[in-house]
């Protein structure tokens, strides 16, 4: 089963109207009078924007659009895999793999297809588990095996050399693919990047304002919003009966994190990422019923032997591009591989490609730009 097939979305309308007629009958709670989003999403937000879900987002017409781009799915390692191709018309084109972070989808990268084409063939995965690439058939999807599927993918496309982007946790998996392969990958490039120090006091000793400034975003990020984490990495099927039952429940799971971590500048979600492409995103887990598939890649990834164990560094140089809301200091990213490349952008959150394409697209193609000369 190695084989690449075809693969088009198709989603029956039978399961559109049932999406339809679940969000309408959505049996709302209460909350405390003025919380705001302190304590999680507002119901009255909440309520909007699955009643425009519901009545007002053209499904099909999201459908088409992901549709205008080449999808294909292939088995690797008993895992479903699937992935947008776009070609590029360069003959000098790099091959470029990117991969999402949870709880995006290879949609979110839809704004940045055009600016990248020029210059690379797009491999747009769906991460193992979720969406189109789910939901899993086994356990031990950690994240070092995603990397040995991705590497596999490009393999059977015919690449032999080739650079990588990631987003979030699809950065470790970009940095895993490195690791892995630094005969195949040429450079990968991240944003949304994690880093942290270890107990060494050194870690600390002159760190810039920023660094400082990155650290307590760090430490606030450990101290207030890693509930999501904690579920998953522990309980993930549990949560699943919930998420995969209610659109709603699975709207308020994905839009959180689309407040919480894009762009402060914008006060709503649907500020910083289109509030169409935002439900795309949704629409992508709902339709696949990934949520409990993907809530297991925590678990897996919690559960790994070699997950804190040490690894050699990797030789693959890495580009870095901070938004306004990253936790990557320096010096600790260079204890995994190479820093040649390091960008302080004005504007941006976690989902870059999709709240700043312009800014992702310049700084994917000026690192690889550097490799390539």
Same mark, same amino acid.
């Given at each position: ?59 099909? $017409?999201?459908?088409? !659009? *992901?549709?205008? &781009?080449?999808? +294909? #799915?292939?088995?690797?390692? /008993? ?130 304002? $920023?660094?400082?400034? !990155? *650290?307590?975003? &760090?430490?606030? +990020? #450990?101290?207030?919003?890693? /509930? ?146």
């Amino acid at each position: 089963m190695t084989e690449i097939r075809p693969f088009r979305i198709e989603i029956a309308q039978a399961d559109v109207d049932d999406l339809r007629d679940r969000l309408r009958r959505t049996r709302w709670g209460a909350e405390i009078p003025g919380q705001g989003w302190d304590r999680g999403v507002p119901v009255d937000y909440l309520r909007g924007l699955a009643a425009y879900w519901a009545d007002e987002f053209d499904w099909r $017409a999201a459908e088409r !659009r *992901l549709n205008e &781009l080449p999808q +294909f #799915r292939t088995e690797v390692d /008993g895992q479903t895999i699937h992935f947008a191709h776009v070609r590029s018309t360069n003959p000098a084109a790099t091959p470029l793999l990117i991969s999402h972070d949870w709880p995006g989808s290879f949609a979110l990268y839809l704004p940045v297809v055009e600016a990248l084409r020029a210059d690379f063939h797009l491999v747009l995965v769906s991460n193992p588990g979720v969406a189109f690439s789910g939901p899993l058939t086994s356990t031990g999807w950690a994240p070092a095996r995603s990397a040995a599927a991705l590497n596999e993918v490009m393999r059977r496309l015919g690449y032999q050399r080739y650079g990588v982007q990631g987003t979030g946790g699809g950065a470790g998996i970009a940095i895993e693919m490195g690791r892995q392969a630094p005969d195949k990958v040429i450079g990968v490039h991240v944003n949304g990047h994690i880093t942290f120090p270890s107990d060494d006091p050194a870690d600390f000793a002159e760190l810039t304002d $920023a660094e400082q400034d !990155r *650290l307590r975003r &760090l430490q606030n +990020f #450990r101290d207030d919003m890693l /509930g999501f984490n904690a579920i998953q990495s522990t309980r993930p099927q549990t949560l699943a009966h919930g998420l995969h039952d209610s659109p709603a429940g699975q709207l308020a799971w994905i839009v959180e994190k689309f407040k919480e971590w894009t762009d402060p500048a914008a006060d709503l979600p649907e500020d910083a990422v289109d509030r169409d492409l935002l439900l795309t995103n949704v629409s992508l887990y709902w339709f696949t019923g990934t949520a409990g598939s993907s809530a297991n890649l925590y678990w897996e990834a919690a559960h790994d032997p070699s997950a804190w164990a040490p690894k050699e560094k990797s030789t693959v140089p890495l580009g870095v591009a901070l938004g306004v809301t990253d936790i990557t200091v320096r010096r600790f990213a260079e204890r995994e591989t190479p820093v040649t490349h390091w960008t302080e952008l004005p504007a941006g959150g976690n989902f870059l490609s999709a709240e700043q394409p312009k800014l992702y697209a310049d700084d994917v193609r000026a690192f690889f730009a550097d490799l390539t000369a």
